[in-house]
């Protein structure tokens, strides 16, 4: 019996032990009000023709991100590979959020050459002229902001934004964003939006793990 | 639980990174540079929905004095000590119509209409465009390139820069005084025409743009430019003066992406009506400028390559013995490359030559104006993507004249949006 009621007792604490710890997720969305509009083509004053048509950057989305996180999150890196077009003189998507470590992929759709750069105190690169078909990567090691250019076209820009964490998420065309398995604790959370961060708040995963609203308002 | 930053957003987007150039002016650029970018837009300005941008280039450019003139310009300028603002427009009427234009200044003598000019696409869908007024250069590819961040070094090539000993105002009257102007193309004189001293004419000018009426089209790989306007190659005019057209033709062909063959050609009457006058001709088809062009283009990862050679032909009036042989020929090459080797940095350099056909005079036969080389080395380092600093050397050796040969250092900051 003693036997029995020990083995029990064994059982329940290494179950207890192995329980995943109660997360939580945060979920909202993000009210993007202030227009930002796609960057224009230079003048074309020296131009023999009009120039031809392009794609314009998706400038509504916002990243949503821990400014604060558990000790611990900043020691999990998962190599990750995204890409990043170069698409009708745009770069698709315009925002990328990615976690340190990512690699990124810049194809070329374009029937003419891009050259992807960036000067960055971030990650300062530049990728050279490469045609259609072809692709080149960069790595982004460190967390910050990187502004990546064509030195080609100028008025090709877009953000690839690098966290030391994996609690942040981008919008969707909604502006709806969604961060899951957040430990139980009191964080400041930022959202931000072409350039800087538009509006902080201030909120706490319960204990018990469970969804926790916020939205944000850009203006 | 420990709160650490996840993502820092402090300083600008782009930080400015000093390192130690060549020179404490180096240093100064890179100084001014940064206090000269931080709160001016690094992005052209759009107005009405995008219907109107503006964008603008302002170069500073700093040089000891060139006393062989071998940088100066049309305008009397040199190109290696100037400050030029020019602030640029473009104005979208409707999807076939849009009004285009740039203002200028150099050393704030004076603002001119550098280019003005409308641009209709009667399809839309088609590659078909008519631009009338002050329209961009027909002619090779670098007139269109003039800009300070389409060209990698400080200086600009012979063909579109270096003034010859001809004028459009006054010719000489025999070949003796054509080749006493022999490298004085800063200020010729002759005794036919205007008989003040000015600035003689390049084979090709960069500087100033030609009104008249430009037709492009296209299909595939072809691009296909032609051109009616008021002035020539060397003297393009925003009135007519002499009742002469020139016509201009370009094309150019991209084989594959990254590689632009182009060839041109320009024939426009050059003399003014006051030589013509004296000619006897108030309209002369003679006396004409022709000038062919073949300009490449191949760049590839980090490397860009061009090349570009003009043959320019004038021909005047002969007054005396011994004749000025009727035309005057002069060919110009040159090669340029650019290599970027870090992000933000690059290297440059540029061999040209410039050279002239010969000319009996009573006791001279010589080429009637001094075959000029250029070397040009430099590099540009990016403070921001719109804000680069430069510094070149360029070593001229001529053939003739009071100064044969001068080395050159100078420094520019350059800044768009």
């Known amino acids: 019996m003693r036997l029995l009621i020990a083995m029990s007792l064994v059982t329940v604490t290494l179950t207890a032990a192995q329980a995943p710890a109660p997360t939580g997720t945060l979920r909202g969305r993000v009210d993007v009000r202030r227009v930002v509009a796609s960057a224009e083509r230079r003048p074309g004053v020296a131009d023999l023709a009009t120039a031809g048509p392009r794609d314009l950057s998706d400038t509504r989305r916002a990243v949503v991100y821990l400014d604060t996180a558990p000790r611990g999150a900043f020691e999990e890196r998962e190599p990750a590979r995204l890409r990043m077009d170069q698409r009708n003189e745009t770069f698709v998507p315009h925002t990328l959020a990615v976690t340190a470590g990512t690699t990124v992929d810049f194809p070329n759709n374009d029937g003419t050459y891009h050259n992807v750069f960036s000067l960055s105190k971030t990650k300062r690169f530049d990728l050279g002229r490469y045609a259609r078909g072809h692709s080149k990567s960069v790595r982004f090691d460190r967390p910050g902001i990187v502004r990546v250019f064509c030195d080609i076209h100028s008025h090709m820009n877009a953000f690839v934004l690098v966290f030391g964490h994996r609690y942040f998420a981008l919008t969707d065309t909604d502006g709806s964003y969604r961060i899951d398995n957040i430990p139980p604790g009191t964080y400041a959370v930022a959202a931000w939006h072409e350039g800087g961060v538009r509006d902080t708040r201030t909120l706490a995963i319960p204990s018990q793990g469970g969804v926790v609203e916020q939205d944000f308002v850009v203006r | ?417």
């Open chain 2, 1 to 417: 639980m420990t709160s650490l930053r996840a993502l820092r957003f402090c300083g600008p987007p782009e930080p400015w990174r000093r390192r130690k150039l060549p020179g404490a002016f180096a240093a100064w650029l890179v100084v001014a540079g940064s206090a000269f970018a931080q709160g001016l837009p690094s992005e052209p300005v759009s107005i009405a929905g995008g219907r109107v941008v503006l964008g603008g280039e302002a170069a500073v450019s700093v040089a000891p004095p060139d006393p062989g003139y071998f940088n100066y310009t049309d305008y009397e300028h040199n190109t290696l000590r100037e400050i030029r603002l020019g602030l640029t427009a473009s104005v979208r009427a409707s999807s076939r119509l849009a009004f285009l234009g740039e203002v200028r200044t150099e050393n704030f003598n004076r603002v001119s209409p550098f280019a003005l000019y409308a641009r209709v696409r009667p399809f839309p869908a088609r590659r078909l465009d008519i631009q009338i007024g002050r329209i961009p250069p027909t002619f090779g590819a670098f007139t269109r390139r003039a800009y300070g961040h389409d060209n990698p070094l400080i200086g600009y090539p012979l063909a579109y820069q270096y003034l010859t000993s001809l004028r459009a105002d006054a010719v000489p009257a025999s070949a003796d005084e054509l080749l006493r102007m022999r490298a004085r193309g800063w200020q010729p004189s002759y005794s036919i025409g205007n008989p003040a001293p000015a600035p003689g004419l390049p084979l090709v000018t960069a500087f100033n743009w030609d009104t008249g009426v430009q037709v492009s089209t296209g299909w595939r790989a072809i691009d296909v430019t032609g051109a009616v306007t008021n002035g020539s190659a060397s003297n393009p005019r925003v009135s007519d003066d002499n009742a002469g057209k020139q016509i201009a033709v370009r094309a150019a062909i991209t084989p594959v992406t990254g590689l632009v063959v182009g060839s041109s050609f320009a024939r426009g009457q050059f003399l003014s009506r006051r030589v013509l006058s004296i000619v006897n001709s108030g309209h002369d088809d003679r006396f004409v400028q022709r000038a062919h062009g073949v300009d490449l283009e191949y760049s590839r990862d980090h490397w860009l390559v061009r090349a570009d050679a003009v043959l320019s032909q004038w021909r005047l009036p002969e007054f005396s013995s011994p004749p000025t042989h009727g035309t005057l020929t002069a060919f110009a090459g040159s090669v340029e490359g650019r290599y970027t080797f870090l992000p933000g940095a690059y290297a440059a350099a540029r061999l040209e030559h410039l050279t002239f056909d010969r000319v009996a005079g009573p006791t001279l036969t010589a080429t009637w104006d001094a075959p000029v080389s250029r070397v040009e080395v430099g590099g540009g380092y990016y403070l921001q993507r719109n804000v680069v600093a430069r510094l070149s050397y360029q070593h001229n050796t001529r053939s003739g004249g009071r100064i044969t040969r001068d080395g050159l250092m100078a420094a520019q900051l350059l800044y768009w949006f």
